[in-house]
C-alpha cells in the first residue's frame, strides 16, 4: 500500500486513498478483514465524528471504487473526478494522521487556580480573564474545574432557598475547595485527556456526554502537567480546523 497521495493518476490517487483510509479504521478500530467496506464505514460512523459526517458519501466512493477497478484483474478502467479523488484523500489523511487537539491549542495561555482561594479570587480571574472555566488545583493534582455558568446558577439557587444570607461573606469566606465539594461539580462536567488526544476525538467526548470543558494534560491524569482546556466554545474552530486539513 502506497503511503503518500503523490501518484500519477487520479485513479491511483483515489485507489491509494481508499486502501489507506480502508486499513486505518481497521487497525483503529479493530475490525476484521472480512466485514465490507461498507459495512466498515456504517460502523465506525457510530465510533467516529468524521465518518459520520461523510458517511454517505463514502459509502457511494465503495461503489465508485469497484466501478474503476476491475473486480478480477484489480486493473483501472475508470478515472475518477478530481473532487472526487480530493474527498476520500482529505478523509484518509484525517483518519490516517489525525491532528492533535494539543497542537490545536498550544497557543492560548491557560489560567488555573488553587483550591485555597476564595470565591472572590475565582470571579476577579474570570473577569479579567476571560474565562469561563478555570481548572482547580490542590498542590499539583486538578480537583475540579469552576465554570462560570454552574456557578452563576448555584449561587442564584442558594441566594433563592435563603442558604447564603451575605454574599459578601460567602465570596471572601467560601474557598473553591469548599464550594465544589458542597455542591457536587468536582467531576460530572469535564473529562481529562492526554496530549495524544485527537481533534476527533475530543469533538466526539462532547457529543457523547455533557460536558462543559475538555481538560488537556501530558499524560491524561489529574496530575499530570496542564497544558490546555477546550470548552464548547472551542467545537466551531476544532471543526473548522478538521475541514482544512
Not at 471572601?172 to 465544589?180: A, D, G
Not at 476525538?201 to 481538560?215: M, Y
Request: aromatic share 6%.
Amino acid at each position: 500500500m502506497l503511503s503518500n497521495f503523490q501518484t500519477n493518476t487520479l485513479a491511483e490517487r483515489f485507489v491509494n486513498a481508499y486502501n489507506q483510509l480502508d486499513h486505518s479504521l481497521r487497525t483503529q478500530y479493530n475490525f476484521k478483514t472480512n466485514i465490507s467496506f461498507s459495512d466498515l464505514i456504517r460502523r465506525c460512523a457510530t465510533l467516529n465524528q468524521v465518518i459520520r459526517a461523510y458517511e454517505d458519501d463514502l459509502i457511494d466512493l465503495a461503489r465508485l471504487r469497484n466501478a474503476i477497478i476491475h473486480s478480477r484483474s484489480e486493473q483501472v478502467i475508470a478515472e475518477p473526478h478530481e473532487d472526487i479523488v480530493q474527498l476520500i484523500e482529505k478523509v484518509a489523511r484525517i483518519i490516517s494522521t489525525p491532528p492533535l487537539v494539543a497542537d490545536a491549542i498550544k497557543s492560548v495561555n491557560v489560567a488555573s487556580i488553587s483550591c485555597d482561594s476564595v470565591l472572590r479570587d475565582y470571579i476577579i480571574m474570570s473577569s479579567t480573564r476571560g474565562h469561563s472555566n478555570i481548572p482547580v488545583y490542590k498542590r499539583d493534582m486538578l480537583i475540579g474545574v469552576m465554570q462560570r455558568h454552574t456557578f452563576l446558577e448555584i449561587l442564584g439557587r442558594n441566594l433563592a432557598e435563603d442558604k447564603v444570607k451575605s454574599i459578601d461573606k460567602y465570596v471572601m469566606e467560601t474557598t473553591l475547595e469548599q464550594f465544589l465539594k458542597d455542591n457536587n461539580t468536582t467531576t460530572h462536567h469535564f473529562t481529562i485527556v492526554s496530549q495524544n488526544a485527537t481533534i476527533e476525538q475530543v469533538i466526539e467526548l462532547f457529543s457523547n456526554r455533557k460536558l462543559s470543558a475538555v481538560i488537556i494534560t501530558n499524560d491524561g491524569t489529574s496530575g499530570g502537567k496542564l497544558l490546555g482546556i477546550v470548552t464548547t466554545a472551542d467545537i466551531v474552530d476544532l471543526m473548522q480546523i478538521l475541514e482544512g486539513y
